[in-house]
DNA sequence: TGTAAAAACTACTAGCAGGTAGATATGTTT
DNA sequence: AAACATATCTACCTGCTAGTAGTTTTTACA
């Protein structure tokens, strides 16, 4: 719609009650990073119920600027990619970004939000259902989780390179996510050997070994390479579980 | 010797004749990256036989440099980090490591290259020997390349996470040097099953899941933490020997 | 079509960081 | 001790980049 960055919709229309509610989340203009990975629509999560046209035009943007920025501060680096490569990117430019974005942290901090938080998401909501066995559920938290890195890659390699730059605050905060994810694996993991299904003579912290799998696949997957996604992911579900001992 | 450098050393002699033959090598003032990772003794090889006092001086520096440049890059990013951090790190001057490297993206290149050419050094000297068995010898090679990944843990991350800001010579000789690495895995792992030591239905690119093992080490890997190092490789082997089915 | 509000832009600043020229200090040899 | 060579430093330049103030363009709606 403006400069570039289309918001693809029909007609405008204005709902003030809603974009009053809808503020708080939001707190235009300066969108800040927790928000960005919850309200926007199509590439990082489901669009939220009840939000304004007008916050979706927003969350659109904001997604635009982060997805484009991913990309260049995963070919660049985070400090060697400027904002004026960023906005010239997308055909806007710099005041642009700083008006959906306080500063280029808060972009990293989006950024970096996304991967981890699909990761989480995906593993509670295994977590919430029955898979029969503790070796079904590893392997759908396996595969999940490996779709996510592949899909998301990016992301995750940026997050991983770059996270030392985040704020103190934006870092405490993805750190507790990371930290809430691992804890959860590991209880999954020593629930399997508890139940019998896992080998118990498996180093009790197999958890890192299967993270460092699947934590790997973004550094080397290509996506014009030989090997399919679907390939890979069924190769690292062996993997995990022959790790595990359950195979 | 100068300024914070201290070369550890009783006295100074010159050895004109040495020294002429070196320079060939060590191209005195504009050490070069491939040179450093060969020349220097104490932290990345052994000390070259037949140099001249004057050389080890260089390279001791040399050293020096590339220590504390590696370990501030891991800290901070190579991007944001200045080269007037590394000098007053070593409480030196910027001018002082322009006489010992030709810029910032030298320095860079040093340390991408210790990580590499030792473990590509250690892979070479256990496939020179008889190890009896493959399993044996794919054991080995972990335990080898483990230990070096975990001693130079803030060489690794760096080369993982920066080696893109490498100039494009160096880029190209340093990647050679990891596809030779990757090369001789691969081979190695195809004999160990076709010998039928380890399971033919294994991933034919298991090679690459045993790196990820190993290459995610040095990012969570903490010499403070609980634990050894001997731990983690000692579970890092058992955990390649699974995957490779070689239990 | 006119008008007010929102969105985006142009043009700028201040500070920093890579790199260098020339001065100074240190060591060596006679 | 003088003279030369080497090693290191001080002081600077230049280009770049995060961030901003104020102006212009676009949109929504009467």
Chains 1, 2 share one sequence.
Not at 97 to 113: D, G, P, Q, T, W
Not at 116 to 136: C, F, K, N, Q
Not at 194 to 218: C, M, T
């Amino acid at each position: 719609m403006f400069c570039g960055i289309v918001v693809p919709t029909g007609r405008h229309r204005q709902n003030d009650a809603a974009e009053g509610e809808f503020s708080v989340t939001i707190r235009l203009p300066w969108v800040d990073a927790m928000t960005v990975a919850v309200s926007s629509d199509s590439l990082i999560s489901p669009r939220a119920p009840g939000a304004s046209l007008k916050s979706e035009f927003v969350a659109f943007k904001v997604n635009r600027i982060v997805e484009a920025a991913s990309h260049l501060f995963y070919e660049r680096g985070y400090s060697s990619c400027t904002l004026d490569n960023v906005a010239s990117e997308l055909s806007v430019t710099k005041p642009f970004l700083y008006s959906y974005f306080r500063n280029k942290e808060a972009i990293l901090a989006a950024i970096c939000e996304v991967g981890i938080s699909e990761a989480l998401a995906v593993l509670e909501d295994v977590l919430a259902h029955d898979h029969g066995s503790h070796r079904a559920r590893l392997a759908e938290v396996v595969r999940k989780v490996g779709r996510i890195v592949i899909d998301r890659q990016e992301y995750v390699v940026v997050y991983q390179r770059e996270m030392k730059h985040l704020s103190a605050d934006d870092y405490k905060r993805i750190l507790r996510l990371r930290h809430s994810f691992d804890h959860q694996i590991g209880e999954m993991i020593r629930e399997g050997v508890a139940s019998g299904e896992f080998r118990e003579d498996i180093d009790p912290f197999i958890a890192v070994w299967i993270g460092g799998l699947i934590s790997w696949i973004p550094t080397w997957y290509s996506a014009s390479g030989q090997r399919s996604a679907e390939e890979v992911i069924e190769y690292l579900v062996q993997a995990a579980l022959r790790l595990a001992g359950a195979e």
